[in-house]
């Protein structure tokens, strides 16, 4: 349990795992050049407000926000639902929740480094590099590129 | 990340440059007028450990200005290995020696602004790597510098230039020994 923002964040009691990977400058050379060679597709998103969207594995507290109140119920706090910005463990929520649907829609993660996902069906070859919340993506198939888009 | 990609897919080529970047930092550190030069560092000067105690640091923005080099080094700029390296060798205690040779980097990054990452220039899908070792080169201590590249279509994807850990008895050791690293670099 931990209350946040206010108290100090001790690592044993309040979050265990902060590790997230991200991508090596020499893998994501080597697939652009893979790109270019094969002719593939190259497309560079950014999710919004990734942060909010990750699922938090302890339970955290915050004090409830200014302007907002509860009427009569000042001493209460909010626990949180989803990670917000500015928590230790937000990146590694973030990137858990990632990995999770990469690997729903058959992507393999690399195992020379942790932030390369690679898929292959027949013909069509697909690499995705993860930097925090900018994603790479680079296929053979434009529609299929799409739709996981 | 501050890094652009331009591709002409008619010809299968990529080129990822940094030019932004680099003027950013110019601009930072005060250096967007300087005159370019041809050469990152001075081959005439040989860079010491600061033995006169005086802290150019204390000054110039020694360590972020290296600190930011090193950025572009890291993405594309692997001309900047081997004098990146040097540099930071003397974070902690730099003298105003030091501080010149940053300078000169700068003065070499703005006559070489255009330069660029270029995928392509070879048919071939083969990884290829170099490596190469001198022998003695660090004046403090006697170690030996080892660099290498590999390059996929004639672009280079991954590099580095270090300062050995042992020193090397022979120009033959210190080749042997910095063969050692790039083979190793591929699986990990």
Redesign the interface.
């Known amino acids: 349990m931990a209350l946040f923002p206010g108290t100090p964040k001790l690592e044993s009691r309040n979050y265990n795992e902060t590790f997230v990977p991200v991508a090596k ?2 893998s994501i ?2 697939i ?6 094969e ?1 593939m597709e ?1 497309h560079q998103m950014d999710v919004k407000t990734a942060f909010f969207n990750g699922e938090l594995e302890e339970e955290i507290y915050m004090e409830q926000p200014q302007g907002f109140m509860h009427q009569g119920g000042e001493h209460l706090v909010c626990k949180l639902q989803k990670s917000l910005y500015g928590l230790k463990q937000s990146p590694r929520a973030w990137n858990q929740k990632l990995n999770a649907f990469l690997k729903s829609i058959e992507f393999m993660k690399s195992e ?1 480094d942790l932030s390369v996902y690679v898929a292959q069906v027949g013909d069509v070859k697909f690499f995705i590099v993860v ?1 925090v919340d ?1 994603l790479i993506l680079v296929c053979n198939d434009q529609n299929k590129l799409l739709r996981i888009k | 990340m501050g890094m652009e990609v331009e591709r002409n897919r008619d010809e299968r080529l990529l080129r990822i440059n940094q030019i932004k970047y680099l003027k950013e930092i110019l601009k930072h550190f005060r250096m967007e007028e300087c005159k370019p030069i041809g050469v990152p560092l001075d081959p005439k000067v040989k860079l010491q450990r600061n033995a006169n105690g005086n802290d150019a640091s204390k000054g110039f923005p020694y360590r972020q200005a290296v600190v930011s080099l090193m950025y572009a080094m890291l993405c594309t700029r692997l001309d900047l290995a081997y004098p990146i390296s040097v540099l930071s060798q003397h974070m902690a205690n730099p003298s105003m020696e030091h501080w010149m040779a940053v300078k000169r980097i700068f003065r070499y990054l703005q006559g070489t602004l255009q330069m660029k990452l270029h995928f392509g220039a070879t048919p071939s899908k083969e990884v290829l790597g170099y490596c190469d070792a001198d022998w003695d080169g660090d004046l403090g201590d006697r170690r030996s510098t080892t660099g290498f590249v590999f390059m996929i279509r004639g672009g280079a994807i991954s590099w580095s230039s270090k300062r050995q850990p042992t020193i090397a008895l022979s120009t033959r050791e210190a080749e042997y020994m910095g063969t050692r690293k790039p083979q190793k670099k591929p699986y990990g």
């Open positions: 400058f020499t050379r080597c652009l050049a893979l790109a270019a060679l002719d190259i020379a930097y900018d």
